[in-house]
């Protein structure tokens, strides 16, 4: 690893997207699975990274625990033992899900979930080929990454963290059968965490058949403005980006398209019932003239009764990981299931309180803002994780 701060930090840097892509954080061990789904830059510094870790470093000096997290981290050196093989990759429905279970979508792509957990059929519509998929439970693999973290950053001295939704409004209705909001990119954060891209933030609007009840529902449709890695976007050091993702109950998540978006663009989140069904829908993050991501989703037996306005953080140390200033959803059209208009009723849920969030409502417009100070840090493990 070389010697001293300034080749710790250059190490740090490079080493980063292939580090946090993996979400266990031990090591080279999870880093094997999925290579095809990794950049060949990655793939390339994967394999730099591999022939690093056997080299000795415990004798190397950092002068800054965040170098040292970032160090032991690469290594497999926080004595928590062997990972589990398959790597996670953390969605904006706040689950984990192993990487096999995500999936990326071609334009116009269809996937339909089948009744009964049965599992989902992949449709590429260039070719017209059906692929079959069975459930992949996120609870299974699922892994509280909090837990190891905050241990780590304990011994180092870092603050603690929380990845969770942390304000929305939700307005709920017997069946939604469309959902359509603006909002524009805000400033990006100030900070991507005590080493660089740690922290990651979502906004999005979305559709859940949960009633509005946390923790309920078994899916969720969602356009997303992603800043930082998602488990969509394998880049830790990603910039804001664009994607449509759906999240199924069999325990698989699809992305289409990630959009690079910048600080001013006007975006578009769209939900929508296909004409003449009651089943299939239409996702769809609309950037403009920077591009469209999209594809349909069948479900069947599903009903949309709970829609969303939600800033996420995922791996928040401080406010600081936060956008630097607010975003107003405006224009929110909620339609039912026969395309007639619903006024929403939007109801304000601040999910954790450490940044001042709040949720203002002014008719159909939602504002969703919050402290982006420095100054305020989390200092004890946040009781819930979502």
């Known amino acids: 690893f070389g010697h001293g701060e300034a080749q710790a930090q250059l190490f740090v840097s490079r080493a980063l997207p292939a580090l946090v892509a993996s979400p266990c954080f031990c090591?080279?061990?999870?880093?094997?699975?999925?290579?095809?789904?990794?950049?060949?830059?990655?793939?390339?510094?994967?394999?730099?990274?591999?022939?690093?870790?056997?080299?000795?470093h415990r004798a190397m000096t950092l002068r800054k625990p965040a170098l040292a997290l970032a160090v032991a981290a690469a290594t497999g050196s926080f004595g928590h033992g062997a990972c589990s093989p398959a790597e996670l990759r953390r969605m904006p429905d706040?689950?984990?899900y192993p990487l096999e279970c995500v999936h990326w979508l071609g334009e116009g792509d269809r996937v339909e979930s089948l009744p009964g957990r049965l599992?989902?059929?992949?449709?590429?519509?260039?070719?017209?080929?059906?692929?079959?998929?069975?459930n992949c439970e996120a609870s299974g693999g699922r892994r509280d990454r909090r837990e190891l973290v905050v241990d780590a950053g304990d011994r180092l001295g870092l603050a603690s963290y929380y990845s969770?939704?942390?304000?929305?409004?939700?307005?709920?209705h017997t069946s939604f059968g469309g959902m359509t909001s603006n909002w524009t990119v805000p400033r990006a954060p100030k900070s991507r965490g005590p080493v660089p891209g740690m922290s990651s933030v979502y906004l999005f609007n979305?559709?859940?058949d949960g009633g509005g009840v946390p923790g309920a529902s078994t899916m969720i449709l969602q356009p997303v403005l992603s800043h930082g890695k998602s488990g969509c976007v394998l880049d830790p050091l990603a910039g804001w980006r664009f994607t449509a993702f759906?999240?199924?109950?069999?325990?698989?998540?699809y992305c289409g398209r990630a959009i690079a978006v910048s600080e001013g663009d006007r975006l578009q989140g769209r939900m929508e019932l296909a004409e003449g069904s009651q089943?299939?829908?239409?996702?769809?993050?609309d950037a403009g003239s920077k591009g469209v991501s999209s594809y349909t989703a069948s479900l069947p037996g599903l009903v949309m009764d709970a829609a969303y306005i939600v800033l996420e953080g995922m791996v928040v140390y401080s406010c600081?990981?936060?956008?630097?200033?607010?975003?107003?959803?405006?224009?929110?059209?909620l339609r039912d299931a026969q395309g007639h208009a619903v006024t929403p009723a939007w109801q304000p849920q601040v999910r954790h309180p450490e940044c001042a969030p709040k949720a203002s409502i002014a008719g159909h417009d939602v504002r969703l803002e919050w402290s982006s100070s420095a100054s305020v840090a989390l200092q004890k493990p946040a009781a819930v994780f979502v």
């Open 206 to 208: 979305g559709l859940e």
């Open 246 to 253: 759906y999240v199924t109950g069999s325990g698989r998540a």
């Open 94 to 96: 706040g689950r984990e």
């Open 27 to 56: 090591g080279p061990p999870c880093m094997r699975p999925s290579m095809r789904h990794r950049s060949s830059e990655q793939q390339a510094f994967v394999a730099k990274l591999r022939q690093a870790a056997l080299r000795p």
């Open 320 to 333: 600081d990981a936060l956008p630097r200033e607010a975003v107003e959803f405006t224009a929110n059209a």
């Open 164 to 172: 969770s939704w942390i304000v929305d409004a939700v307005s709920t």
């Open 119 to 134: 599992g989902d059929v992949i449709v590429d519509v260039a070719t017209g080929e059906r692929r079959h998929v069975g």
């Open 279 to 285: 089943d299939t829908w239409v996702i769809t993050a």
